[in-house]
């Protein structure tokens, strides 16, 4: 296993190559400005706990004077055509993509997130680019609805919303903020990005390689801080809407602030996602996925399924599948390719975790990995991937979003009671139907209450909308529906032609 010493050294020369690391500005009108006050908000390795970086806290003042930036581009961003707005996104999608490698590594260091994972996301996030890109043939189709009479008829116009809010989370910041970015910018709206707190380094990657395509100044404008800045974002006069993604409690305070503001927000929150594992499923296969299925991401992804409902027939085989090969995953360095679980993201977010789990145990789980033992590596936020069996329905572990590398194995009377047991949360966004019959598994997945459900796989489709249910979300990301959310109709009414 790779030492603490051995990991602080190949940190500290992977920083020493990064282009930056201090800063004291923001991205403003299209360049990078001091930022009017002095605080500074430090960047932590979480494999070694050391601060490598610091970013600029924006003031109320910085807040205001990007939010004028963004309204000021608003009108002649908005008067391109849907076309001329995606060929800029095809552009930046291409510099993008030239920032890969020092991204994910900036990334790895930001938040943990292994280096196997972050070494796509730049290419992922010029993905997303690309996919809204294709839609601007639809949002410049005319779409004009005949009256009941015969005699007039509806043009539906579609405009930008106007200037919006982007805050994006930590576990995933380019993906997830690109998920915001690209519709909004083919809609016409200009932004200000607020990246969350422990991962502001990387985003400056995406501004850059935007300024590189050609977007104009005024268009993207990016804030850094914590949550006062957020706070100052959601409320200021100048924004049209409001798109969030990260915890379910701060979603709540910000769907409160836009509903006083009478103000449309997006907000795609936290997820206690189920894997149903039907009696006929292929478990060699989804041992093969499981990691990515059910602990993406050292656990911290959004919509991966946390509980395997296992019934009787299959469930000591389950049991033994799962600890296998959770046990055979690579834990230790995140820039080490190999690595399949690094730390979590902060030493915040590892106390969490520590917490779940002595819960766990002390209603009565069954400890089949890991549990509550030392760190597999000391220094740092790393915590012992952990497997619970014999998890009852009615146990923390089994109710609340862990946000780590915990998986819980709940077994059910039947069928009908894993579906009961899946749609008893009160998250809805992923969860994943695991049979051999894909079309039994299929009418199963349907009766799963969540936003997005796959069969014997999960994954994001940039065309096709996500998003949550009750306490997962409002709205959605992606598609033409994702798009729409950073659209305003106009009904225009006329006579027939």
């Known amino acids: 296993m790779t030492t603490a010493s051995a990991i602080a050294r190949r940190h500290a020369e992977a920083i020493s190559r990064l282009p930056f690391t201090d800063t004291d500005d923001l991205w403003i009108d299209g360049a990078w400005v001091a930022a009017a006050g002095d605080r500074r908000t430090p960047v932590v390795d979480p494999a070694t706990g050391v601060a490598w970086g610091c970013v600029a806290e924006a003031t109320s003042g910085d807040v205001d004077r990007a939010v004028a930036a963004a309204g000021a581009a608003l009108p002649g961003w908005a008067a391109r055509t849907p076309a001329e707005r995606a060929e800029l996104l095809r552009r930046f999608a291409v510099a993008l993509e030239r920032r890969g490698d020092p991204l994910s590594?900036?990334?790895?260091?930001?938040?943990?997130?292994?280096?196997?994972?972050?070494?796509?996301?730049?290419?992922?996030?010029?993905?997303?680019?690309?996919?809204?890109?294709?839609?601007?043939?639809?949002?410049?189709?005319?779409?004009?609805?005949?009256f009941p009479d015969g005699r007039h008829e509806t043009a539906v116009l579609r405009d930008p919303i106007g200037v919006c809010a982007l805050i994006a989370p930590w576990n995933f910041p380019i993906n997830l903020v690109m998920i915001k970015l690209a519709p909004a910018l083919l809609a016409g709206c200009t932004v200000v990005i607020k990246p969350a707190s422990p991962t502001p380094l990387s985003l400056r990657f995406v501004l850059e390689a935007a300024h590189e395509a050609g977007v104009p100044h005024g268009v993207i404008n990016a804030v850094t801080g914590g949550g006062e800045v957020g706070d100052a974002l959601v409320r200021h006069r100048g924004i049209a809407k409001v798109a969030f993604t990260g915890s379910t409690p701060v979603g709540r305070r910000i769907a409160a602030a836009c509903g006083e503001l009478l103000r449309p927000v997006t907000l795609e929150l936290g997820?206690?996602?189920?894997?149903?594992?039907?009696p006929d499923?292929?478990?060699?296969?989804?041992s093969s996925i499981l990691v990515r299925s059910c602990l993406r991401n050292t656990g911290q992804t959004c919509y991966i399924s946390t509980r395997l409902l296992v019934t009787p027939e299959r469930y000591d085989d389950v049991v033994s599948m799962v600890a296998e090969t959770i046990s055979a995953a690579a834990v230790g360095d995140p820039l080490d390719p190999a690595t399949v679980f690094g730390p979590v993201a902060t030493a915040t977010q590892r106390d969490t975790v520590r917490s779940y789990i002595e819960a766990g145990i002390a209603e009565g789980a069954r400890v089949v990995v890991g549990g509550d033992v030392p760190p597999p590596i000391p220094d740092g936020a790393f915590?012992?991937?952990?497997?619970?069996?014999?998890?009852?329905?009615?146990?923390?572990?089994?109710?609340?979003?862990?946000f780590g590398p915990v998986?819980?194995?709940?077994?059910?009377?039947?069928?009908?009671?894993?579906?009961?047991?899946?749609?008893d949360t009160d998250f809805g966004l992923g969860g994943i139907v695991f049979g051999a019959d894909e079309d039994?598994?299929?009418?199963?997945?349907?009766?799963?209450?969540?936003?997005?459900v796959g069969v014997n796989f999960f994954g994001s489709n940039h065309f096709a909308p996500f998003g949550g249910r009750r306490d997962s979300g409002l709205g959605v990301e992606y598609g033409i529906e994702g798009l729409s959310a950073y659209l305003t109709v106009k009904s225009v009414h006329r006579s027939h032609r």
């Open 440 to 452: 039994h598994a299929f009418e199963v997945a349907r009766r799963v209450d969540s936003g997005s």
């Open 281 to 286: 499923a292929d478990l060699d296969a989804l």
């Open 407 to 423: 998986l819980t194995i709940l077994p059910c009377r039947d069928e009908r009671h894993a579906v009961e047991v899946a749609n």
């Open 271 to 278: 997820g206690k996602s189920s894997a149903i594992v039907l």
């Open 383 to 402: 915590i012992a991937p952990t497997v619970f069996a014999d998890v009852t329905a009615s146990m923390r572990v089994a109710r609340e979003e862990i």
């Open 105 to 146: 590594v900036t990334n790895t260091l930001e938040n943990g997130s292994p280096v196997a994972e972050t070494a796509g996301a730049a290419a992922s996030a010029a993905g997303i680019l690309r996919a809204f890109a294709t839609l601007s043939e639809w949002l410049e189709a005319p779409d004009v609805r005949p």
